[in-house]
């Protein structure tokens, strides 16, 4: 134990000792974990995080993920019924997006820490900021959901109605997917590292989402486009997520561990089974459609809760900054000395 | 030089700024900004092999800027009850014990030869260079044999790492980038501050901090971090932490400057026979286009509670809203292809 001859940061008794892989090491355990990155021993400041936790609250964050997906979708469903003459899928989605959209932004406001300031948001407009480009959209977006579902509640105004509803439905793939970029443009690593395939998840989950509300609500000889886009949503939802997975390297891992681990399992069964029994029952009854489109719903809204929570996981755990940060460095420029 | 020379090194200049707004090296920030004909760029240079681990800089930080108190905790981890920067923390001393000789660290700094007596007595003379050396002026470097041998007898086989943490005032700062209400601004002296009366707490600037600098103040609902004392900076005075450090391990000044003297100070340390000495955010190339606030670090930056390797997210967000827009597109083909059947 004499200095010369010890490697720097070898365990030799004492705890507290920070040096060079003194970090805290992990087992990997559960199922549905690959080891997609060799264990690294790794560094930190006494197991300290790096990255401060996003400071969002789960509920209202989360949750707005999920309503804005709904809501999106809803317009998109919202217009084709209006257009192909599917009066009561119309009006459910209308309502469907003026309800989530309206609790979208009663999250986003109870989300901020002065929400009487929320309208600072609109006080510049600033591409680099996703969430200064989102407010502008939602402020764009939100007013027409709310006239198309009036409209249609109030059966007058009908050209008006019909206008808002093919606007809302112009921008709603913008409002359904622009959340992706909000949570991918963030330096945490679970988060940060899916930002090529979250805005294809997001879209895919929203799709489902909305087709799940329809199905639910809507009688079965309206939902055959409901049907269609939740199995083609669920197919592009699950495809891209597991691309994504695949692709993220470490950062991977929190999406298959702890709580975010089991709403992500959660959702891939709710999707896989709310479509597949979407497809292949919910055209003939009235209860398969609705307990499909619930299990829809519920595995869109399980998918962006875990999604968040594994992002919160790999920013509480410096592993997931430091060992893919250290990797690129020494890919670059050969190992570290010292 | 003519007036079109100028005029040419001027556009050059603007081609440079323009080329890299987001990310790269970015040759005058505070003019990418906005700011016309701003002052040079200001920042820290925070050499940590002569920190003492005082936590003057803490206190002098907390006191100027009025931050209140967050909790008094003993962590048991360290003589560091601080813990990590924060939304009342803007200044952090780390502290860390390492099983390493003792000698490694030592800093070179012979102070034989130097009469304090003679140097106090120039004190009121000349402010200037009483509590900052100029790059050259220090005197020269401890040549190796001074250095104490790595396995004296009597020493023990522990060092203690120091170093006072603070916002890095990144050139691509990801806070400001993010922040939805213009609230973080790029101010004349290259700095990034929070406009306390715009925040409105979105939490945005949080999680986009690679170095989970900046918080949110849970009763106040607003993000805060280090000013660089943009009001000192203002009347041209050094930052209460620099003010306070009793080493000059925190240097402030113009950043072009301060780059300089820290190679020197590297060179030195490496000559001494400290070869673990080395910069960390100094280099205008990084993934944040380089720190306005860099370090002497004598280990790896993780070690300190620093990422090794971090990159702005905004560097991918062309990238990200590439993608969202085609999968925007998919969406709504992905509708029509739901709807494109007869109806039933």
Same mark, same amino acid.
Request: net charge neutral.
């Given at each position: /134990? ?17 040096? &060079? ?71 459910? +989605? ?68 019909? +206008? ?33 395939? /979250? ?44 691309? /994504?997975?695949?692709? /993220? ?90 | ?124 003379? %000349? ?6 050396? &100029? ?12 250095? %104490? ?92 932490? &620099? ?5 000059? %391990? ?79 597109? %998919? ?14």
């Amino acid at each position: /134990m004499n200095g010369a001859g010890t490697p720097p940061g070898e365990p030799t008794g004492r705890d507290a000792l920070t040096g &060079a892989h003194a970090g805290r090491r992990r087992r990997r355990r559960g199922r549905g974990e690959r080891a997609m990155v060799p264990e690294a021993e790794f560094s930190s400041y006494y197991g300290r995080p790096v990255l401060h936790r996003p400071t969002w609250k789960a509920v209202d964050i989360a949750g707005y993920l999920f309503l804005g997906g709904l809501a999106g979708a809803s317009s998109l469903l919202a217009a084709g019924g209006e257009a192909t003459g599917r009066p009561a899928l119309a009006r459910t +989605a209308k309502l469907g997006a003026a309800g989530a959209i309206t609790l979208s932004l009663a999250a986003l406001v109870h989300d901020l820490g002065r929400p009487a300031r929320f309208v600072n948001m609109l006080r510049v407009f600033k591409p680099t900021s996703p969430m200064n480009l989102g407010s502008w959209l939602l402020a764009g977006y939100a007013p027409l959901t709310l006239v198309a579902a009036a409209t249609e509640v109030a059966g007058r105004y009908r050209p008006a109605g019909v +206008a808002a509803t093919a606007s809302a439905a112009v921008l709603a793939p913008a409002v359904a997917t622009y959340t992706a970029v909000l949570i991918c443009d963030t330096a945490v690593p679970s988060w940060h590292e899916g930002h090529r395939e /979250m805005p294809f998840v997001f879209a895919g989950s929203a799709a489902t989402a909305g087709a799940g509300l329809a199905l639910a609500c809507v009688p079965v000889a309206q939902t055959g486009p409901a049907r269609r886009t939740a199995l083609l949503g669920a197919a592009l939802e699950l495809g891209a997520f597991a691309v /994504m997975r695949r692709r /993220m390297g470490l950062a991977a891992e929190p999406l298959g561990t702890g709580r975010a681990g089991r709403l992500l399992r959660a959702a891939e069964l709710l999707t896989a089974g709310g479509a597949a029994l979407a497809a292949g029952a919910g055209g003939r009854g009235r209860g398969a459609a609705a307990v499909a489109g619930t299990a829809l719903l519920a595995g869109s809204a399980a998918l962006r809760f875990g999604i968040f929570h594994a992002g919160v996981a790999s920013a509480e755990d410096p592993r997931y900054t430091v060992i893919p940060q250290r990797l690129r460095l020494e890919a670059r420029t050969g190992p570290a000395g010292g | 030089m003519t007036d079109g020379t100028t005029a040419r090194r001027a556009d050059a200049d603007d081609e440079a700024i323009r080329a890299h707004l987001f990310s790269g090296p970015q040759p005058d920030v505070a003019r990418a900004a906005g700011h016309i004909d701003p002052p040079p760029r200001m920042g820290f240079f925070t050499d940590t092999s002569v920190c003492i681990g005082c936590k003057a800089c803490e206190v002098a930080c907390k006191e100027w800027n009025a931050i209140p108190e967050d909790g008094l905790e003993l962590t048991g981890m360290s003589y560091d009850n601080t813990q990590g920067l924060g939304s009342d923390t803007w200044r952090h001393v780390a502290f860390i014990e390492q099983r390493k000789p003792l000698g490694g660290q030592e800093p070179g700094t012979g102070h034989e030869h130097v009469d304090v007596f003679a140097a106090a007595r120039g004190l009121g003379a %000349s402010p200037a260079s009483a509590t900052t050396p &100029a790059p050259g002026a220090a005197p020269p470097g401890a040549p190796a044999g001074e250095v %104490s041998p790595l396995t004296p007898d009597g020493r023990t086989e522990l060092r203690w790492l120091m170093s006072s943490d603070v916002c890095k005032h990144c050139t691509h700062a990801a806070c400001l980038d993010v922040c939805p209400t213009g609230s973080l601004f790029r101010t004349e002296f290259g700095t990034v501050v929070v406009q306390q009366d715009v925040c409105n707490g979105c939490g945005y600037c949080v999680p986009a901090c690679p170095y989970g600098v900046i918080d949110q103040r849970p009763d106040d609902g607003r993000a805060w971090k280090c000013t660089l004392c943009y009001d000192r900076l203002g009347v041209g005075m050094e930052p209460a932490c &620099a003010k306070a450090c009793p080493t000059d %391990s925190i240097q402030f000044g113009e950043l072009e400057e301060l780059r300089e003297r820290a190679a020197a100070r590297v060179a030195r340390l490496h000559a001494a026979g400290v070869p673990d000495a080395r910069l960390y955010g100094e280099d205008p190339g990084d993934g944040v286009g380089g720190d306005g606030a860099f370090f002497l670090l004598l280990d790896e930056p993780e070690v300190y509670g620093l990422p090794p390797d971090p990159v702005v997210t905004t560097r991918d967000l062309p990238a990200m809203w590439r993608h969202a827009a085609a999968a925007a597109v %998919s969406m709504a083909a992905l509708a029509v292809a739901g709807f494109a059947r007869r109806p039933r």
